[in-house]
């Protein structure tokens, strides 16, 4: 149901779905309708003022040519007048000259009359093409509208089918599903009254056989039954090690083809007959059978209880009492083998977990040592790298000192050079006459020697 309020009054009434889509596609209907008429009206004023417009622009244009024409035939007339006054004047003198002017402007005139006639005739033209192309346009506009209104028609009746499309799919749907749900309820109704009746079957039969040491004997028939196919290597056996004071029923534990263990179970069998007046409860032994997993150092704790009959949390399967105990469950009978067999697959599953952790954790060391390696070889490369840099750097220094030596020792022999090339020099530019030319004797002397050379 939903509520409607009136807009007037405010009061409050409630309508069905059905009429609440009834209202809903009148309210909607009344609204396209009026915002496709509303488009309408502004497309045909639209219309409307665009050839009044085009009309009055044309108007104007004509307007404005006639103005000019209506200037050019008075700028005429007003040259006829001053051409007669002219020609009055000089009448007798430019008679025939008066003449021939005349047919001149006579022709002029026919000219500008013919050309006013052809502009007048292209203008209309012009006029009558534009007015073609509007009303093309709004030929162009009505179909458009047509078009739109079609469109808009189609697209409403395309919504319309889609939504009923939706409706009956959502219709099959729920159908479907709710057809779905009640076989799938059924059927686990089926399968619980089937349960019930062979849990009634198996109490029945077990209330006298399966009481304490049968149960056991039971549960160790089925496992021997598949032992050789499906659990070659495993043990499975009675605890008889009470040295801690108590033990557990059976043992199970499994290895893989390296003899490493794979999992182990530590069971426990519990039952009593109808006519027990103590009723004992499942919660009752799994201290003990806790205890007894872990001095027996077994992975699991099973409790194979046939107690608490009407109980619909251990009739459901396979009870987890992690909570309460850490990897300890309950179980029925039948589900004894089948919940070996999972723990077992976990277990294996685990195993190639671990492998391939380990062999990832073997790889991570392998890289560690690698990486240990690298950065030794890099330390050691860079003390021997340090060591020859140093002496390196010694020996240019030592090349550098030797370099200067060297340099020191050649501009001393350049400068013995210049030296001894200067005293050259001075020794070439000594004279006799300069030697005695500051000194009387030695002047005397050779002047006698010469004296006496030429004597001889």
Sequence with gaps: MNDIICPHCNTAFKVDGSGYADILKQVRDRDFEKQLNQRLDLAEKDKQNAIQLALAKKASELQNLESQLRDRDLKQQLAIKDAVTTAEKQRDLIAKELEQNRDNQQQELRFTETRFAQELQTVTMQKQAELRDLQSKLDATDIQRKL???????????????????????????????????????????????????????????????????????????????????????????????????????????????????????????????????????????????????????????????????????????????????????????????????????????????????????????????????????????????????RFQTAIDEIDKSIDHLQKTKDALMGADRNLRLANDKAQDVTVKKLIRQNPTMSNKFMELKNKDSSD
């Design 148 to 390: 739109a209104i079609n469109e808009a028609v189609n697209f409403v009746e395309k919504e319309r089918d889609a939504l009923k499309n939706r409706i009956s799919e959502s219709e099959l749907k729920h159908q479907l599903e709710s057809q779905s749900l009640k076989e799938r309820y059924e059927a686990q109704i089926f399968d619980r009254d089937e349960a019930i009746v062979r849990l009634r079957d198996m109490k029945a039969r077990l209330s006298t056989k399966m009481v304490g040491e049968t149960l056991e004997q039971h549960c160790e028939t089925e496992f021997n039954r598949l032992r050789a196919a499906a659990f070659p290597r495993a043990y499975f056996e009675k605890d008889n090690d009470a040295s801690s004071g108590s033990k557990g029923d059976y043992i199970f534990r499994d290895f893989d083809d390296s003899g490493n263990e794979i999992i182990s179970i530590m069971f426990e069998m519990k039952n009593e007959n109808d006519t027990t007046s103590t009723k004992k409860k499942n919660e009752d032994f799994l201290k003990e059978l806790n205890k007894d997993r872990l001095e027996k150092t077994c992975e699991y704790a099973v409790l194979v209880s046939l107690l608490e009959p009407e109980s619909e949390l251990y009739n459901s399967g396979i009870v987890d009492v992690s909570h309460r105990f850490s990897k300890s469950y309950v179980i029925r009978p039948q589900f004894f083998i089948p919940f070996i067999t999972l723990l077992r697959n976990a277990a294996l599953k685990s195993i190639e977990y671990k492998a391939e952790l380990a062999l990832i954790k073997a790889q991570n060391i392998d890289v560690t040592h690698f990486e240990e390696d690298l950065e030794s070889f890099k330390s050691a490369f860079g003390r021997n790298y340090d060591l020859a840099s140093r």
